[in-house]
C-alpha cells in the first residue's frame, strides 16, 4: 500500500511568512510523528499525535509553531512568522500503535519536506 | 534528557573490508532502531532490536545491542558501494513514543 506522503516536497519562503506543511499518513495508523532534520544532523522530534490529540508537544521549538490533526488522518505543521532558522527538512511518520504500544511496533517516515527561509 | 552518539561521523571505506559503526546512548532504553537515509530521501528502517543481546542481519549488515552497555553496533561486512549512506540509530525511552536520533555515520564507499 501507499507510504507516508508529504506536501509541497520543496517550499521556498520569505522570511515572516506563514507556511502549512502537509503529512498523510499510512492508511489506519493511529499515531503520527513530526521529526526536524537540519544539514548534516538526525531528525529532532517535534510532536506526536495519537488520534487527533496531540498528546505530546514538548519538542516545538516555541509558539510559532503549531500542528493539527482534526480527523486522525492527515496532519498539517504550522509554521507563523517564518525565521531563516526554520529552514530544514521536515518529516513526517506514521505507526500503527504508539512505540509504547507494541515492542514491535515501528515509525514509517514520508519523504520530508525541504523548507528555505530567506 | 536522552543522548545518542554516534561514531564515527564519517566513514569512508573501500569495497571489501569491514566495518562497524558504533551507537551509544546515556539513558535505559527498551529499544534500538537502525535507519538508513540516502541522499535527499527519507529514512528507510534497517532493524529493530528490542532486548539485550539481540542480534539481527541483512545482507551485509548486522546489528546487535548490549543493554547494559548501552551500546548498540551495525558491522558492515564486504562493503559494496549500494551501501553508501548515512546511516542512524535511534532509541525511545522506556515507555516513549518518539525517537531520539543519534548524529549519523556517513558512510562512503569506493569501488
Known amino acids: 500500500g501507499a507510504g507516508v506522503s508529504q506536501t509541497p516536497s520543496n517550499k521556498v519562503t520569505e522570511k515572516g511568512k506563514y507556511v502549512e506543511l502537509r503529512c498523510d499518513p499510512i492508511?489506519?495508523?493511529?499515531?503520527l510523528y513530526w521529526y526536524r532534520q537540519s544539514l548534516g544532523q538526525g531528525p529532532e522530534f517535534l510532536i506526536y499525535f495519537q488520534g487527533t490529540g496531540a498528546a505530546d508537544d514538548s519538542g516545538l521549538p516555541n509558539d510559532r509553531f503549531f500542528a493539527v490533526r482534526p480527523e486522525g488522518s492527515v496532519s498539517t505543521l504550522k509554521i507563523q512568522r517564518t525565521e531563516r532558522g526554520d529552514s530544514a527538512v521536515y518529516l513526517c511518520?506514521?505507526?500503527?500503535?504508539?512505540?509504547?504500544?507494541?515492542?514491535?511496533?515501528?515509525?514509517?517516515f514520508g519523504p520530508g519536506t525541504r523548507l528555505t527561509v530567506l | 534528557e536522552l543522548k545518542v552518539e554516534q561514531n564515527p561521523l564519517f566513514l569512508s571505506m573501500q569495497e571489501g573490508k569491514n566495518y562497524t559503526i558504533y551507537c551509544n546512548y546515556s539513558?535505559?532504553?527498551?529499544?534500538l532502531y537502525w535507519y538508513r537515509q540516502d541522499p535527499g530521501k527519507s529514512l528507510e528502517s534497517l532493524f529493530v532490536?528490542?532486548?539485550?543481546?539481540a542480534v539481527k542481519q541483512e545482507g551485509r549488515l548486522m546489528a546487535s545491542l548490549d543493554t547494559k552497555a548501552r551500546l548498540s553496533t551495525l558491522h558492515i561486512t564486504a562493503a559494496v558501494h549500494d551501501l553508501s549512506a548515512t546511516y542512524f540509530c535511534?532509541?525511545?525511552?522506556?515507555?516513549?513514543?518518539?525517537?531520539?536520533f543519534g548524529g549519523g555515520t556517513r558512510l562512503m564507499v569506493k569501488p
Open positions: 492508511s489506519g495508523h493511529t499515531a
Open positions: 532490536l528490542l532486548s539485550n543481546g
Open positions: 511518520a506514521s505507526s500503527l500503535f504508539p512505540l509504547s504500544a507494541s515492542s514491535y511496533n515501528e515509525q514509517f
Open positions: 535511534a532509541v525511545t525511552l522506556n515507555a516513549g513514543n518518539m525517537l531520539t
Open positions: 539513558t535505559t532504553s527498551d529499544r
